[in-house]
């Protein structure tokens, strides 16, 4: 079946712009992670939903970044304000549930703030 | 806050050796998790240890997780250029909030 899908797969903008970044998940998945991947480092954990709700945003780095799962599946990650510092692969994983071990991560999108 | 940390930072290996990548926590875990990320690619789940001392084995790979549930290890017995990568370990403390190592990226020069 398809695995979890991220749009777009790069984005490009200037400092100071808005962006949002659409994960969807594998079908029947609860449970939904951010994560920010900068180059040589492992995934740094931003957000996890279970449904609909936030259960965890302690990794948002500030209030710039929000991020929503309206219907308990697709979830789009916000950054207000943009700054070169934001730039990073932002990767998006679902599972089972928040118990179930294995999460299923998608290809990421590449933010690249000028 | 929580801390996972990883050594060796890379690793050159001669295709045949062994590889050994070690994890280390600032806190208890209550499972740790083991993902390699192919270069260009994304992390891709191996495996999940949740019992002090386990040792659970896939074909070449051995995963541990010490006494403590605060180190964890990863071994691969003759490496293949098949294994070339990025291997993170990952652990979370009880929150489901995952908390993953920096890595350790293995070349296998053939």
């Known amino acids: 079946g398809a695995g979890v899908s991220q749009t777009p797969s790069n984005k490009v903008t200037e400092k100071g712009k808005y962006v949002e970044l659409r994960c969807d998940p594998i079908?029947?998945?609860?449970?939904l992670y951010w994560y920010r991947q900068s180059l040589g480092q492992g995934p740094e954990f931003l957000i996890y939903?279970?449904?609909?709700?936030?259960?965890?945003d302690s990794g948002l780095p500030n209030d710039r970044f929000f991020a929503v799962r309206p219907e308990g599946s697709v979830s789009t990650l916000k950054i207000q304000r943009t700054e070169r510092g934001d730039s990073a692969v932002y990767l998006c994983?679902?599972?089972?549930?928040?118990?179930?071990?294995?999460?299923?991560f998608g290809p990421g999108t590449r933010l690249t703030v000028l | 806050g929580q801390q996972v940390m990883q050594i060796p930072q890379y690793q050159h290996v001669q295709e045949g050796e062994d590889f050994t990548t070690y994890c280390n926590s600032s806190?208890?875990?209550?499972?740790i998790q083991w993902y390699k990320q192919r270069p260009g690619g994304h992390p891709v789940f191996l495996i999940q240890?949740?019992?002090?001392?386990e040792v659970k084995k896939q074909k070449r790979l051995t995963f541990q997780f010490g006494e403590a549930k605060k180190n964890s290890s990863l071994h691969i017995t003759a490496t293949q250029t098949t294994d070339v990568g990025t291997y993170f370990c990952?652990?979370?403390?009880?929150?489901?909030?995952?908390?993953f190592g920096a890595g350790t990226r293995l070349f296998v020069k053939a």
């Open positions: 994983a679902s599972s089972l549930s928040l118990s179930a071990s294995e999460q299923f």
């Open positions: 079908s029947g998945h609860t449970a």
């Open positions: 939903f279970q449904g609909t709700g936030a259960a965890d």
């Open positions: 806190t208890t875990l209550s499972n």
């Open positions: 240890l949740v019992k002090s001392g």
């Open positions: 990952a652990g979370d403390t009880g929150g489901f909030k995952t908390i």
